[in-house]
């Protein structure tokens, strides 16, 4: 049974710092895609950040580029989002996610498995 846990949401003021963890049991981060997205409310989920390490690839939504840095921890099979310079529109509920099955990663319906979410809460 695949699941995933994420931690670390907070509240935090514009320009600040937070950095988000993905637990993961049941699946091998190591050997597949693995992303994080955020959904505020009344908004779709959106894709922010995606990483694969068996091709070194990672890929980012522009909105977080510069700002936002993904990384995987293969030993502790953990998923981390670091995020700098946050600003409001950064609010949302974040999520990680797995399995990633086809299409373009930014895609909800590309992923299989889903953690229940952290919030993240930035104010001006």
């Known amino acids: 049974q695949v699941q995933l846990a994420e931690s670390g949401g907070d509240s935090v003021q514009t320009g600040g710092s937070l950095r988000l963890a993905c637990v993961v049991s049941g699946y091998r981060l190591s050997r597949y895609w693995a992303g994080w997205f955020r959904q505020a409310p009344g908004k779709e989920r959106e894709g922010v950040a995606m990483i694969y390490i068996g091709l070194g690839e990672t890929d980012y939504a522009d909105a977080v580029k510069g700002r936002f840095t993904v990384s995987q921890d293969s030993a502790q099979n953990t998923l981390a989002l670091e995020m700098n310079n946050l600003k409001p529109e950064d609010t949302a509920m974040y999520y990680c996610?797995?399995?990633?099955?086809?299409?373009?990663?930014?895609?909800?319906?590309?992923?299989?498995?889903w953690g229940q979410g952290t919030q993240v809460t930035v104010s001006s």
């Open positions: 996610a797995a399995g990633r099955h086809g299409g373009h990663w930014t895609r909800r319906a590309t992923w299989d498995y």
